[in-house]
């Protein structure tokens, strides 16, 4: 079991930056590969960003690859999502995830979630 509790949504206008936190407690956070959704009023959730345990290898939506960069501090089970140049368009809530495998099959968790609106 892993518990995700997420921080920073918030209001900022286009063009502006806000740091997304996720942090990871139960079960050792620090070993599991993480990573960031959104969903938007009436759309899917969808993939924003994925970080591999160690942090070596990062993975990115095409709609935000340049614009945000996650990262992770493993002393403090925290993941960060740093979203700069934001656009009307990045207006969602904001989901941390991770996944565990047990019993012969992936695990989903997620945090509540954490709004961020654009305005343009």
């Known amino acids: 079991q892993v518990q995700l509790i997420e921080s920073g949504g918030g209001l900022v206008q286009a063009g502006g930056s806000l740091r997304l936190s996720c942090v990871g407690s139960?079960?050792?956070?620090?070993?599991?590969?993480a990573g960031w959704f959104r969903q938007a009023p009436g759309k899917e959730r969808e993939f924003v960003a994925r970080?591999?345990?160690?942090?070596?290898?990062?993975y990115y939506a095409d709609s935000v690859k340049g614009r945000f960069a996650i990262s992770r501090d493993n002393a403090k089970n925290t993941v960060y999502l740093q979203m700069n140049s934001l656009k009307p368009e990045d207006t969602a809530v904001y989901y941390c995830?991770?996944?565990?495998?047990?019993?012969?099959?992936?695990?989903?968790?997620w945090g509540q979630g954490t709004q961020v609106t654009v305005s343009s």
């Open positions: 970080i591999l345990w160690s942090g070596s290898s990062t």
């Open positions: 139960g079960r050792t956070f620090s070993g599991l590969a």
């Open positions: 995830h991770t996944e565990i495998w047990s019993g012969g099959s992936w695990h989903d968790y």
